[in-house]
């Protein structure tokens, strides 16, 4: 055989070897092979018009309790502000820490009064409390479908974070029926 030849097909063999682990590699694996859209992840969130409706119900709830200066904020799984409706005479701070409260409900999950709790009495877990947009405070409570989360409501100004937390409660129950 000819030394070019020899070398042609030599390179050729390498080539093919190199495609073949190139694909081999490419595969989808088991563990992929089950998400949509060759590995796109499907989210969801709470829409516009739910979140304007739970912040209309959390501050209601509170106005029938007399307290008129609350404001809500309803944000979407990532924190991200949705729907934010202020009552009146509602003070321009309050507008900050209840969007604040909503974004620490959301990305961890949970509800702020608990994390207030969780702050109050681990140690290791004092400095929650001073992270950058984080407000552990009672009032911020996620959203849920089944297990996940689409977003997380705060409510503030209310005599106390559990009386946040209880107009946080009701504005998701006004929705809870179309939450699916």
């Known amino acids: 055989m000819h030394e070019r030849t020899r070398q042609a097909i030599g390179t050729l063999g390498v080539g093919l070897g190199i495609v073949v682990l190139s694909v081999a590699l490419n595969a989808p694996r ?3 092979a089950r998400t949509p859209a060759g590995g796109v992840r499907m989210e969801h969130n709470i829409s516009l018009a739910l ?10 709830a509170c106005a029938q309790r007399n307290y008129f200066v609350v404001v809500a ?19 321009p701070h309050t507008i900050h820490s209840v969007r604040r409260k909503a974004y620490k409900s959301a990305t961890p999950r949970n509800n702020t009064l ?4 969780n702050v109050q009495t681990n140690p290791a877990a ?11 405070l009672g009032g911020g409570v996620p959203i849920r479908v089944g297990e996940g989360v689409i977003g997380a409501i ?3 100004a209310a005599p106390g974070g559990n009386l946040d937390e209880e107009c946080a409660n009701a504005g998701i129950a006004r929705i809870r029926a179309r939450l699916n």
């Not at 979140?51 to 209601?60: F, L, N």
């Not at 608990?114 to 709790?117: E, K, T, V, W």
Request: hydrophobic fraction near 50%; glycine fraction near 14%; aromatic fraction near 0%.
């Open 30 to 32: 088991p563990s992929t």
């Open 73 to 91: 904020a309803v944000v979407d799984r990532a924190g991200q502000l949705k729907a934010l409706l202020r009552g009146d005479n509602a003070t």
């Open 154 to 156: 705060g409510v503030g």
């Open 51 to 60: 979140a304007a409706e739970a912040a209309g119900g959390a501050v209601e």
């Open 114 to 117: 608990a994390i207030q709790n």
């Open 126 to 136: 004092a400095q929650l409390a001073s992270i950058d947009g984080i407000l552990a």
